[in-house]
């Protein structure tokens, strides 16, 4: 299931973003820290629109629930589903987090981000952004850009959000 959203009508571009992200939250997305970022971020890219592609299509509430998806998931319907998104998107930032789910074993995840990055890939993105250096949850991008830590300049959330932003090849990723 893919979510989307038209910003509003102060963003300049027509440009469409898709966001990778882990999985959907159990209540309204536009309720949600990441969601009012994701629009942040849609703003900064100049974009006018984005979408929203989960890895795991189910809500979770806790990462017990999230661990018990972890056998259940087929690698390939995945790697269609974020193609499919991806195709239609002119660019991709990838949010699904630093790292393997809690109690996730990390070939597992591994072949889950890689069936995610074989879904760019065959949409064509050669080019994916992300906020530091790894696919950082849109949830966590304040804290990681709050000027109390001094890793970017600005003076406010979009500045130092566009200071974050690095761009990679999918397979990068791959870690």
């Known amino acids: 299931m893919v979510m989307s959203r038209e910003t509003d009508d102060d963003v300049r571009g027509t440009r469409s973003l898709l966001a990778v992200l882990c999985n959907p939250p159990l209540?309204?997305?536009e309720e949600t820290t990441s969601w009012r970022n994701v629009e942040v971020?849609?703003?900064v890219l100049e974009a006018g629109s984005f979408n929203v592609v989960n890895l795991?299509?189910?809500?979770?509430?806790?990462?017990?629930?999230l661990r018990e998806l972890a056998d259940s998931l087929d690698l390939d319907a995945l790697a269609w589903r974020v193609?499919?998104?991806?195709?239609?998107?002119?660019?991709?930032v990838v949010g699904w987090g630093t790292g393997a789910p809690a109690g996730w074993r990390k070939a597992r995840w591994s072949a889950v981000v890689h069936a995610?990055?074989?879904?760019?890939?065959?949409?064509?993105h050669s080019r994916v952004a992300h906020v530091s250096r790894v696919p950082r949850h849109p949830s966590r991008w304040?804290?990681?850009?709050?000027?109390?830590?001094?890793?970017?300049?600005?003076?406010t959330f979009e500045d130092r959000l566009r200071a974050a932003l690095q761009w990679s090849s999918p397979e990068d990723l791959l870690g």
Not at 83 to 92: E, I
Not at 116 to 124: E, F, K, R, S
């Open 41 to 43: 971020l849609t703003r």
């Open 27 to 29: 209540g309204s997305p």
């Open 56 to 65: 795991i299509e189910q809500p979770t509430r806790s990462s017990r629930d």
């Open 116 to 124: 995610a990055v074989t879904g760019l890939t065959q949409a064509g």
């Open 83 to 92: 193609s499919t998104a991806a195709t239609s998107a002119d660019l991709v």
């Open 142 to 155: 304040r804290q990681h850009t709050s000027p109390i830590h001094e890793r970017y300049a600005g003076a």
